[in-house]
């Protein structure tokens, strides 16, 4: 498990340079023709935002959360959600997307799906940039604790990339897979405490809904903004997330290698 997980992370490393550039080219290739371009890039995850906030805040008159007003929590964990969401949705279809790549055999293809999560993550810097203005406005200024959403960042990003392994993979040769995880990041969204918090339920609640490893990067997006608290300081938690990164990488690069023989017969 190690040595596949080694292998894959050094592969990334060295075509870092080859993986930039094909995301940079994915991310204008999203937009190129329409008229307002790159803004489209932000209209949509924004009126998500907008819709869920006035929903829970006039609608179910959720209360804020101590001297954090209601509309900046919701926020804070919305923002890397949209990210998840996002580049699980566009990782997920990379293969059939660029087959052309796929049947070249010099190509190390395995890059594709951390092609299409770089090209999320470009708009979720602009995102993460835009909801600290926001709490400056509010007249929350960012503490030092604001550093570690770069932590926070990476986890995401090892999250979403072992996710897209294992769903790319497979959707090459079930295509009814890219209906399956809307749904499944559907329920993701609800399961989640972005919306709510979790301390309405009861301890043994409390654990079941912490096992998703979500739970651990929406938290961390709100530390770091909030200034609640370090990531190790919450080293359970912490150690719990990257040992479920580890076994989600390892069989995510174990199937890809496994199924990808044959998807240039399928594709």
Known sequence: ???????????????????????????????????????WAFVQPSMTILIY?????????SPDFGEI???????????PWLFISEAITASSSCFLEYSYLVKKVVFHIDLLPMVKIMSSFMIHVSFVLLVQMIYIIFGIFPTLKLIQILYYAICA????????LIFSSIIVFFRDLGQIIQIILLVGMWVTPIAWNI??????????????????????????????????????????????ICILLSAGTALFHRLKPHFADVL
């Not at 007003?69 to 923002?79: D, E, G, R």
């Not at 961390?220 to 912490?238: H, L, P, Q, V």
Request: proline content about 2%; aromatic content about 24%; overall charge positive.
């Open 1 to 39: 498990m190690i040595r596949r997980i080694t292998q894959t992370v050094n592969e990334l490393y060295r075509s870092r340079s080859l993986m930039l550039g094909l995301s940079q080219k994915d991310f204008q290739k999203k937009y190129a023709g329409s008229v307002f371009g790159i803004l």
């Open 53 to 61: 906030w006035f929903a829970f805040q006039f609608g179910f008159r």
């Open 69 to 79: 007003p209601f509309v900046l929590w919701f926020l804070a964990a919305m923002v």
């Open 157 to 164: 990003i090892a999250f979403t990339f072992s996710i897209s």
């Open 199 to 244: 301390d309405y339920f009861s301890g043994t609640v409390q654990f079941l809904l912490k096992l998703n490893p979500v739970y651990y990067i929406v938290e961390g997006y709100r530390d770091s903004f909030i200034g609640r608290m370090w990531f190790f300081e919450k080293i359970g938690i912490t150690i719990y997330f990257w040992v479920c």
